[in-house]
């Protein structure tokens, strides 16, 4: 108990800490490398404990999956293409990930949500943006999202920790697109964007991470806490 501790709490806190602090500090006078390295450490850190907490392949897939989102949030304040980039790459590397974790029986009404989940959201995404020559670009990157987030649904990761962190994450995108269109005056995507991304991706590592290593120690008969 005291090593699950030592070893994957300050990781979290450090995200937590950094993750919730940038809403409040991202219109600040804070120096722009200072205030994009800020912004990827929430995250970041969220890859260092799946890192830490996974001795196993599996670790480093997720920890790679955070990686690529951090180094996403980063890099969107730089340059938006290497920015989506590197989400999609992430969404790639997730949706392979999720693959291999299926659930094996699904409720009829579980699968209803997912197969309509990617068409709906690529359909919105396409719709949301004013500027028409960006809508075929927005939807293709939805795309990913979508697919990510009914993969993770589906997956046998809990539904309402990994499948809701990933739905979090996809409405957050959609929010973003919304800004580029019908609610481009609005405070709505200024104030939802960040926190559903960043509690998303914190509901995507730890509930990954927490199943894994419940069942690592069912494996072994020794209770571990993720």
């Not at 919304?178 to 509901?203: C, H, K, N």
Request: aromatic letters at 12%; one cysteine or more; glycine letters at 8%.
């Amino acid at each position: 108990m005291k090593s699950a501790f030592a070893e994957s709490r300050p990781f979290l806190m450090l995200s937590l800490l950094f993750g919730i602090s940038y809403f409040f500090v991202n219109d600040s006078n804070i120096p722009g490398m200072y205030l994009i390295a800020w912004k990827g450490a929430g995250v970041g850190f969220l890859a260092i404990y799946a890192l830490v907490r996974l001795h196993r392949i599996d670790g480093k897939i997720v920890g790679a999956i955070m990686a690529l989102g951090a180094i996403g949030d980063m890099a969107l304040e730089i340059d938006m293409v290497a920015g989506a980039a590197a989400f999609m790459l992430g969404h790639v590397l997730a949706i392979l990930f999720y693959s291999r974790f299926r659930r094996h029986k699904l409720g009829f009404s579980q699968k209803i949500f997912a197969i309509l989940l990617v068409p709906l959201a690529v359909l919105i995404a396409w719709a949301l943006p004013a500027d028409r020559t960006q809508a075929v670009m927005i939807g293709f990157y939805c795309l990913s999202v979508a697919l990510m987030a009914a993969m993770a649904w589906t997956s046998r990761f809990s539904r309402y920790q990994v499948g809701a962190g990933a739905i979090l994450f996809l409405i957050s995108d959609l929010l973003i697109f919304a800004r580029m269109g019908p609610l481009e005056t609005s405070v709505i995507p200024d104030l939802l964007v960040w926190p559903l991304y960043y509690f998303g991706q914190f509901m995507i590592a730890t509930g990954i991470v927490r199943t894994l290593r419940h069942e690592m120690a069912a494996d072994s008969a020794d209770p571990v806490h993720a």
